[in-house]
């Protein structure tokens, strides 16, 4: 069973910035591709950035509408993947969400185990 924990959304204004984490205890979050999505009600889900294993270079992905603001990347002392949000917009309010498979290596929009969320509003 994989848990997934996200942390660090809040309430920041236009052009403010916030680091999500992605954790996951007894799970080497470096082993696997991790996903992160945003999701409204009513919403589509949308991924926003993916980075792939350590064994597959990290690589990475960012949806057209965060490139250039968003970064993700891992810290693997700590176990964690970080999503930090640079030039918020209102439209970037969403509930985040970061998700993975204990058998993907490679970023693919379609993982089995997500976490509960974590709220970011951007409003001034």
């Known amino acids: 069973q994989v848990q997934l924990v996200e942390s660090g959304g809040g309430l920041v204004q236009p052009g403010g910035s916030l680091r999500l984490s992605c954790a996951a205890p007894?799970?080497?979050?470096?082993?696997?591709?991790i996903g992160w999505f945003r999701q409204a009600p009513g919403k589509e889900r949308e991924e926003v950035s993916c980075?792939?294993?350590?064994?597959?270079?990290?690589?990475?992905y960012y949806a057209d509408s965060v490139r250039g603001r968003f970064t993700i990347s891992r810290d693997t002392a700590k176990n964690i993947v970080y999503l930090k949000m640079n030039s918020l917009k209102s439209e970037d309010t969403d509930v985040y969400y970061c998700?993975?498979?204990?058998?993907?290596?490679?970023?693919?929009?379609?993982?089995?185990?997500w976490g509960q969320g974590t709220q970011v509003t951007v409003s001034s």
């Open positions: 998700a993975t498979d204990p058998w993907t290596t490679a970023c693919t929009s379609d993982f089995g185990y």
């Open positions: 007894g799970f080497r979050l470096d082993l696997y591709a």
């Open positions: 980075i792939s294993s350590s064994s597959s270079d990290n690589s990475t």
